[in-house]
């Protein structure tokens, strides 16, 4: 704030002399101006970590910036107000958008409150397309409208003068000398160019003539038009970039008489949660406006931000600035958090990868074409070739197999649909699991299992994003299950903790919630909280559509029994995980949960041969996959021991969770439902002499309880589980 001004005492005088009037004058309006400065401070948020990118011209960019397209009358000066107050210092005008008095008034209205100075503010605007040939008169017309003195950039609008004929005319080296004049003349502090394609813009750089280079390129871009082959280019060229329509432009469809945009059928119903019908992977059917496509929706989940703060990060990211526009104040305002978080690579390269799927240009200039010319096709516009939708939809198509291929399932006490064969994720190393996700559905799994103690449920919710966006598959097919951990049983904490699975998972609702294991983490006799206010509270997440089904892992028939008995019971549990496999086939409790309308689910089929160390084994444990009497059935059958633990799994009427981060064991392990075991070979695994709990539960016994012994977590001897 400004130092007070001194003001001398002139009560004693009867009357003031002309000089000390003048300086009375002058300090009342000084003083004032601070006040009025002060009040509107209070209405005003500062960003002091705005980035910005340094131009060619020597000037500073702020990347982000608001943009006034389409906005009704008498809505833009509200707009830049709430945008500067809250701390944009970048507007995004033209003279085409019929609003620039508006914007003027604003700007007037914030300069006159003292907070930001001119100098402060970066605004641009654009010369239309009818003004080539009367370029400074434009500009002035401009800078009148907008009650400021210079532009900090001049961008030609579009590589259009509404000429008819072979021949652009004016010209555009015609046009760029007066844009050049413009700067000369202190009108201007930058130029460039807006919808300019790469060939159009390099036989500008490359003409003799130029003595001022563009320092500004502003183009289309988001997630479903990357255009990352020419930011690249411009990159190379010292170009600044900024992106426009970063939100997928949703409201501009009738406006710009756009075409529907279209991806396959199964895309769109992935968007919409709803089935889509089978072998209908490729026709053309309407696609999700960006900002509601799955994948933009769980990444923002998975991040605790809206679909446009994510599309904005993605932007910058790119080392764009970025324009979106919006009238609402809040919305305005929630654009800006995008400055103290960042997405994952993974998370950039899926996003750029929607355009794969379908790709669309939102402002595609067709309303620019002419049979006259001088563009009479988008690829004169844009001097590059228009996508090919179906060659791209078959080739995404081709990633899959087994799309239409039946699988078994198990109708669940829920009513819920349970594909028996899934891929487990447990102790998959970072990074390894989004691949194996994508890997497991493409070649045909739809099941997928996971929890919050693995630590990558954000990589499996990277990869179902990725998944989704593909359209191959929608959400309706796929069973996804996540786990409560232990540290989580209080009724107060389960919904909480639910919420993080499916934020990092990036989904609106599980298939399948368990309790991981009976245990809390508490030392004494008794289980605290006890089962049964865990289980309140899971019913909880049922009624409130979080879950589908809700169920346990690792409990014993008595604590199971428990349960059922509970007279608060009013959900009963669709499904048991617990591990099964032949050298722990717990055929006793399959038996009786069968009697109980209980699902199971095996875990470990293949006899968890990473986790010996994890699981204390000890030494002279059996690793299962090298069982002689495994070995001489995989023979005789002409499958992998995998595939006959997975096949002896199905057979015994439960679900089965193989797990694997290699592609080809992923792929194999899937080989399982054209053939059978004979009744001889299932019975000859299921009666193995040899008994081995791999995952035994001794990490959680304690001296003070509730669990002192592996009797005490099992209800049962651990010398077998028949």
């Given amino acids: ?86 701390g944009y210092r970048h507007i995004d005008c033209a003279a085409a958008y019929n609003n620039e008095h508006e914007v003027g008034a604003a700007l007037e209205e914030l300069l006159a409150e003292g907070v930001v100075t001119r100098e402060q503010l970066f605004i641009t605007t654009k010369l239309w397309n009818s003004d080539h040939g009367n370029v400074e008169a434009a500009l002035r017309r401009s800078l009148a409208a907008l009650r400021l003195t210079y532009l900090d950039l001049y961008l030609i609008h579009w590589p259009v003068t509404g000429c008819s004929g072979p021949v652009l005319t004016p010209s555009t080296g015609e046009t760029w000398a007066a844009m050049e004049a413009c700067v000369e003349a202190g009108l201007t502090r930058s130029i460039g160019v807006s919808n300019f394609s790469r060939a159009k813009l390099q036989q500008l750089l490359d003409s003799p003539q130029l003595k001022i280079r563009p320092a500004v390129l502003q183009v289309e871009a988001h997630p479903y038009w990357p255009n990352s082959a020419l930011l690249s280019w411009a990159a190379a060229q010292g170009l600044h970039v900024t992106a426009y329509s970063p939100l997928g432009s949703p409201d501009s469809e009738r406006l710009l008489n756009r075409p529907k945009h279209t991806a396959a059928a199964a895309a769109a119903a ?88 379908a790709p669309q240009r939102m402002v595609d200039g067709s309303f620019w074409l002419s049979e006259q010319g001088p563009y009479k096709t988008l690829e004169d516009l844009w001097d590059e070739p228009q996508p090919d939708q179906r060659a791209l939809r078959q080739q995404v198509l081709g990633r899959y197999t087994n799309l239409d291929k039946p699988q078994p399932t198990a109708q669940l006490s829920s009513g819920a649909i349970m594909p028996l064969l899934g891929l487990g994720t447990w102790k998959s190393e970072p990074g390894q699991v989004r691949a194996a996700v994508l890997a497991a559905v493409r070649c045909g799994y739809r099941h997928i299992d996971c929890a919050a103690i693995y630590g990558n449920e954000q990589e499996v919710g990277a990869a179902l994003a990725e998944l989704l966006s593909e359209g191959a598959v929608n959400r309706q097919q796929l069973f996804i299950t ?133 699981m204390q084994r000890g030494d002279d444990a059996r690793r299962l996959l090298e069982e002689p009497a495994l070995l001489r059935i995989a023979e005789q059958c002409g499958k992998s021991p995998a595939q006959v633990l997975i096949r002896w799994a199905l057979q015994r009427g439960t679900s089965v969770l193989p797990k694997s981060a290699n592609p080809g064991r992923i792929a194999s392990n899937f080989d399982v439902l054209d053939w059978q075991l004979t009744p001889e070979d299932q019975q000859a695994l299921s009666s193995l002499p040899y008994r081995q709990h791999m995952v035994s539960g001794v990490m959680w016994l304690n001296a003070r309880g509730p669990y002192k012994t592996l009797r005490d977590l099992w209800d049962e001897d651990e010398g077998g589980a028949e």
């Fill in 482 to 614: 996540g786990k409560l951990w232990n540290s989580s049983h209080a009724a107060k904490d389960v919904q909480p903790a639910l919420n993080k699975t499916l934020q990092d998972l990036g989904l609106s609702y599980l298939d399948l919630f368990l309790i991981h294991w009976p245990v809390t983490g508490c030392s004494g006799p008794v289980l605290t909280p006890s089962t049964g206010e865990t289980w309140a509270a899971m019913e909880a997440c049922v009624e409130a559509g979080l879950t589908r089904s809700i169920g346990v892992s690792n409990f014993s028939r008595a604590k199971l029994q428990q349960l059922l008995d509970s007279p608060q019971l009013k959900i009963r549990p669709a499904v048991l995980q617990i591990e099964a496999h032949p050298y722990w086939p717990n055929s006793a409790l399959l038996s009786w949960a069968a009697a109980q309308g209980l699902h199971v689910t095996a875990y470990s089929p293949l006899g968890s041969p990473d986790s010996a160390a994890i």
């Fill in 1 to 86: 704030m400004n130092s007070p001004i001194r003001i001398k005492d002139y009560r004693g005088l009867t009357a003031l002399s002309q000089e000390q009037e003048q300086q009375l004058q002058a300090a009342t309006a000084a003083n004032e101006q601070a006040l009025r400065k002060l009040h509107a401070a209070g209405s005003y948020t500062f960003v002091n970590d705005m980035p910005t990118a340094r131009l060619n011209s020597g000037y500073d960019i702020p990347l982000v910036g608001l943009g006034t397209w389409k906005s009704s009358p008498g809505q833009v000066r509200a707009a830049v107000l709430a945008a500067v107050r809250c």
């Fill in 270 to 357: 992935a968007a919409a949660d709803a089935p889509a019908g089978s072998n209908g992977a490729a026709a053309a059917v309407e696609a999700p406006q960006l900002m509601q496509h799955p994948m933009v929706r769980g990444m923002a989940r998975r991040h605790g931000k809206s679909g446009a703060q994510v599309l904005i990060r993605w932007a910058l990211q790119r080392s764009t600035s970025v324009l979106p526009k919006s009238v609402n104040p809040e919305r305005i305002k929630a654009n800006l958090d995008v400055l103290s978080w960042s997405l994952a690579d993974a998370d950039m390269a899926a996003l750029s990868r929607l355009a794969e799927v």
